[in-house]
């Protein structure tokens, strides 16, 4: 078979976005109502106002980087949307470089560690040794720039602790984490609880007091999903107008606030008696949401799976996100680039040697003869009996926007699901239920390295969920249904959705607004 042929089987997916999209709704459905896995209600029953302030701690731990940072926010005594002044500039450590912030907050100052892999296969307490270490550093950079006054307070008074942690988790409180199984490499199979592990690594880090500054005490006062803090991050900068937070990074995952009539009764919280709505945590990863994607799933994701961590365990996941996208890249390379007497280099032989950057960069590149150099650059060839020219290059090049063009195609899909799910659209609503004037856009606050900087990726999701809501607009209105106005659907990056989305929650817990 031919590789253009071959590639056949990972664009199928996109002659029937809008069936996904709706196989997905009613699997939400489902899951809501039965799943102890997925769909997870938190603490949280509201989105912020926009009027939180405060300083605090923020943590955000994802699935290949920690970041740590002291996060002020301001609430709406901040000056005119859009404007940037000093206070709203961050130094990003790895770069140098001042970048501007949304006007409400400041970070300042800020670190960034990628995870080391050693840890992800060692005991939780291995690693959160090593947050601790992160966070104190972070801390007394921040007192090293206070005047002494200032310092002291802190000392004196703590500093409270939100945290955005980018794995399943079991919640009964704001404070109460238990971890669930992981997946994106990490290996640990005992349930420990998020806020006693972070307590401990940092109590042992004031205990040593290295640096010639005394800690203060940091008090853990919240803490959420990764998706969650990116729609609370969304939420806060548009006063409240984001409507489902989702991440495509790493991993994937998404958050909504749903009615609370959509839980199984196991589900609804009960400290929340009057609670009209809770944000769910959905862990779209996990394997419930595979039936909308079972008749797509192509050769090489089953490769991919079967050689995973956890067989079966995260099917959209190792469809879309970051950590996967260079693996699927490499598996379909061998069957259309490779053959029985064709000898690529060795770099695709390896597991996940084909990394999702390099799909990025060549994607990123628009010259045939600059993309040949790049390839040639990243597989070494010396030595080896393949060699890279404008037919193979330009092959390579299609395999990954087939790869990836397929993710956002998906990640779309699904995001649509849960638009249909809340009947955020309006579907449903009967003509004379609905609102005269036109509603304002619906914003999906967004986070993630692929959606970020994966070239053409947001541009490619945006095209796909003006499609798929259009078709299901039309397809409404066939079967009789009238609309006042059809809503239009926004994607919003959410700028240090991780930490700004865990200092938003601890101003919420603060003022007892959750």
């Known amino acids: 078979m031919e590789g253009r042929d071959l590639l056949k089987e990972l664009t199928a997916p996109l002659d029937n976005l809008l069936q996904i999209a709706k196989d997905f709704s009613k699997t939400y459905q489902n899951l809501a109502l039965s799943s102890s896995t997925q769909f997870l209600p938190t603490p949280i029953t509201s989105l ?20 740590v940072g002291v996060v002020e926010l301001f609430g709406e005594d901040s000056g005119s949307p859009g404007s940037v002044s000093p ?19 400041r970070i ?10 050693y840890l992800k296969s060692m005991q939780a307490e291995a690693l959160f040794d090593w947050v601790g270490e992160c966070i104190a550093s972070v801390i007394r950079t921040y007192l090293s720039q206070c005047s002494e006054g200032v310092a002291g307070e802190i000392i004196h008074d703590g500093l409270p602790l939100g945290v955005t942690f980018s794995f399943p988790m079991a919640q009964s409180s704001h404070t109460s984490a238990l971890l669930m199984p992981m997946g994106k490499g990490f290996t640990f199979s005992t349930t420990n609880d998020l806020a006693t592990l972070l307590s401990n690594a940092y109590t042992k880090e004031r ?34 107008n984001a409507t489902v937070g989702i991440i495509v990074g790493t991993g994937v995952n998404a958050t909504c606030l749903c009615p609370m009539g959509k839980l199984g009764d196991f589900k609804k919280p009960t400290q929340e ?79 996940y040697a084909v990394e999702t950057k390099i799909c990025a960069e060549v994607e990123g590149e628009d010259r045939a003869e600059k993309v040949i150099d790049i390839l040639k650059s990243y597989f070494c060839d010396t030595g080896a009996s393949w060699d890279w020219d404008t037919t193979s290059a330009t092959t390579f090049t299609d395999i990954c926007k087939v790869v990836s063009n397929r993710a956002a195609a998906l990640v779309m899909a699904a995001t649509v699901g849960i638009l249909d799910f809340n009947d955020d659209l309006g579907l449903y609503t009967p003509r004379a239920e609905q609102p005269e004037e036109e509603a304002g856009d619906i914003i999906i606050s967004f986070t993630g390295a ?16 003006e499609q798929v809501i259009e078709q299901l607009y039309d397809e409404q209105t066939l079967s009789g249904m009238k609309f006042n106005h059809r809503r239009k659907v926004r994607l919003v990056e959410a700028k240090d959705g991780g930490i700004i989305g865990a200092a938003v929650l601890a101003a919420m817990v603060k003022a007892a607004s959750t």
């Open 450 to 465: 692929v959606l970020e900087k994966y070239p053409y990726f947001q541009e490619r999701c945006q095209r796909y969920i």
């Open 207 to 240: 205990i040593l007091s290295k640096g010639g500054f005394k800690l203060p005490k940091v008090e853990v006062v919240a803490i959420t999903n990764d998706s969650i803090s990116t729609l609370l991050a969304g939420g806060y900068v548009h006063n409240g």
């Open 87 to 105: 206070s709203s500039l961050v130094t990003e450590p790895d770069l140098g470089l001042e970048v501007p912030t949304a006007p409400r907050f």
């Open 48 to 67: 912020p106002d926009g009027k939180e302030k405060g300083k605090f701690l923020a943590l955000d731990l994802g699935g290949s980087n920690l970041r």
């Open 108 to 117: 300042a100052p800020s670190s960034a560690w990628a995870i080391p892999d």
């Open 273 to 351: 008696a009057d609670a009209t709505h809770v944000l769910l945590n959905a862990e779209l990863s996990i394997n419930g949401t595979l039936p909308p994607l079972e008749r797509y799933v192509a050769k090489w994701d089953r490769i991919l799976d079967m050689e995973n961590e956890k067989p079966g365990f995260q099917p959209l996941e190792e469809m879309v996100a970051g950590r996967y996208l260079g693996e699927i890249v490499r598996l379909v390379s061998l069957d259309v680039l490779g053959g029985e007497e064709t000898r690529l280099p060795p770099r695709f032989y390896k597991p």
